[in-house]
């Protein structure tokens, strides 16, 4: 067999390894990984890293929101809105999870499908999903809310389901 042949099968395997393992990373939340080339958008944002960040959290979604008509979701507290996290809050809620019923129904689908754990960073984008799915199926009526409800229950079902599976063996969900 010729060596640049053999050279060049190396360097394609290599490289499809490299570009798998990137793009299985980013299998529910591929957005995080892509940031746009106009943002400042850190690549793969986190909130959550200490109790006190998931305490952060939690005032956040307590705190009023407000989602425009573009589905631009912002904090109305200006305090809350000026800490450093809340920038953090603000990309993954406009940048990183799904806000359309399609792109939801598919997250539910690759979340039902899924395996494994979810990593700490799934699990807190797809409750994100879960809060803004809630806040949009309050604010539908009719045919829409149904399928808001749906679409509620199956992100529900996902995380619940995750939970019984990390919280031990013995659980079955």
């Not at 450093?84 to 809050?89: E, W």
């Amino acid at each position: 067999m010729d060596w640049k042949v053999l050279g060049l099968l190396l360097l394609y395997s290599h490289a499809q390894a490299l570009v798998s393992h990137r793009w299985s990373r980013a299998k529910f939340f591929p957005a995080a990984h892509r940031p746009k080339k106009s943002s400042s958008m850190p690549l793969n944002p986190v909130l959550q890293t200490s109790l006190e960040e998931v305490e952060l959290l939690y005032q956040f979604l307590l705190a009023e929101l407000e989602i425009s008509p573009d589905l631009d979701i912002s904090i109305k507290d200006e305090e809350l809105a000026s800490w450093r996290k809340a920038l953090n809050f603000h990309t993954i809620c406009n940048d990183v999870i799904p806000k359309r019923i399609p792109d939801i129904r598919r997250l539910s689908a690759s979340l039902s499908s899924y395996p494994g754990i979810l990593k700490k960073e799934d699990f807190e984008r797809t409750l994100l999903t879960l809060a803004y799915t809630a806040y949009r199926t309050a604010l539908s009526q009719g045919y829409q809310k149904d399928i808001w409800a749906q679409s509620l229950l199956s992100l529900f079902q996902a995380l619940r389901h995750d939970l019984m599976r990390s919280s031990g063996p013995g659980v079955s969900p």
